[in-house]
């Protein structure tokens, strides 16, 4: 992904400004007839952005070993597995039934790896909620006064063999004409979205990252099996 020149900080704030007023057509939230009886208990059940943190921890990674996949909550829900995207859009259709904005923020990464989080505000602190692999990339609390600081939360855990993140964008899905939220098939129309989007470029020390890098090998090496969990600002994780 290429970062461009537009401010993610400043589009997020107008759309939790605007109260969904965008200068674009969006889609609106389905009513709660379109879900399944499943898929309502599970709306309900998770009515803050923690709740869903913790539903989304309790499903199993999905490392897609038959083929790579794009679900929506829907999909997910039929399939008891999730990734991190797929995480995002599932907090997304979850959280806006409870009034939340559906915007995700994409982390990019040198790699090309990138991760996604779903962006949640409270008063005039941002927080995310998002599934991975690694615990350190999962959710924030709403303790950051800008985009740019919550990801900047995510830069020290989300160094491994390769990765760092370059940059970030943030996407309100309800300016897509993909059906993200109950869709049956897998919906890379959103992948292409969060690609072809802006990307602000993110800063970060040379130094910091060689020695983060250092650490997780060291780490790997000896629990090659385990997944980190060593930082300082876990009491920021949601």
Same mark, same amino acid.
């Given at each position: 992904?290429?970062?461009?020149?537009?401010?993610?900080?400043?589009? /997020?704030?107008?759309?939790?400004?605007? &109260?969904?007023?965008?200068?674009?057509?969006?889609? /609106?939230? %389905?009513? $709660?007839?379109?879900?399944?009886?499943?898929?309502?208990?599970?709306?309900?059940?998770?009515?803050? %952005?923690?709740?869903?943190?913790?539903?989304?921890? &309790?499903?199993?990674?999905?490392? #897609?070993? =038959?083929? #790579?996949?794009?679900?929506? @909550?829907?999909?997910?829900?039929? /399939?008891?597995?999730?990734?991190?995207? #797929?995480?995002?859009?599932?907090?997304?259709?979850?959280?806006? $039934?409870?009034? !939340?904005?559906?915007?995700?923020?994409?982390? #990019?990464?040198?790699?090309?790896?990138?991760?996604?989080? @779903?962006?949640?505000?409270?008063?005039?602190?941002?927080? &995310?909620?998002?599934?991975?692999?690694?615990?350190?990339?999962?959710?924030?609390?709403?303790?950051?006064?800008?985009?740019?600081?919550?990801?900047?939360?995510?830069?020290?855990?989300?160094?491994?063999?390769?990765?760092?993140?370059?940059?970030?964008?943030?996407?309100?899905?309800?300016?897509?004409?993909?059906?993200?939220?109950?869709?049956?098939?897998?919906?890379?129309?959103?992948? $292409?979205?969060?690609? =072809?989007? %802006?990307?602000?470029?993110?800063?970060?020390?040379?130094?910091?990252?060689? $020695?983060?890098? /250092?650490?997780?090998?060291? !780490?790997?090496?000896?629990?090659?099996?385990?997944? %980190?969990?060593?930082?300082?600002?876990?009491?920021?994780?949601?």
């Amino acid at each position: 992904m290429s970062p461009g020149r537009a401010n993610p900080d400043r589009s /997020a704030h107008e759309i939790y400004m605007m &109260s969904g007023r965008l200068k674009r057509p969006t889609s /609106a939230a %389905p009513p $709660q007839s379109s879900f399944t009886p499943r898929e309502r208990t599970i709306i309900e059940a998770a009515g803050t %952005p923690r709740k869903v943190q913790r539903w989304l921890e &309790s499903l199993p990674y999905n490392h #897609e070993e =038959q083929g #790579e996949t794009l679900r929506t @909550f829907r999909g997910v829900v039929r /399939a008891n597995k999730v990734h991190c995207l #797929e995480g995002a859009l599932c907090a997304a259709t979850i959280l806006e $039934q409870h009034g !939340y904005p559906p915007v995700v923020v994409d982390l #990019e990464s040198q790699d090309d790896l990138d991760h996604v989080v @779903f962006l949640f505000r409270r008063g005039s602190r941002f927080g &995310s909620v998002a599934r991975s692999r690694d615990p350190g990339l999962h959710g924030r609390k709403p303790l950051f006064r800008s985009v740019r600081e919550l990801v900047y939360s995510y830069v020290d855990p989300f160094v491994d063999f390769t990765g760092r993140i370059n940059g970030y964008g943030t996407l309100d899905l309800r300016t897509l004409r993909a059906d993200w939220r109950l869709s049956t098939r897998n919906v890379w129309a959103v992948e $292409q979205a969060l690609i =072809q989007m %802006p990307h602000r470029r993110l800063r970060t020390s040379d130094e910091r990252h060689r $020695q983060w890098h /250092a650490r997780y090998q060291r !780490y790997k090496e000896r629990y090659p099996d385990r997944r %980190p969990k060593f930082y300082p600002s876990r009491h920021r994780w949601l």
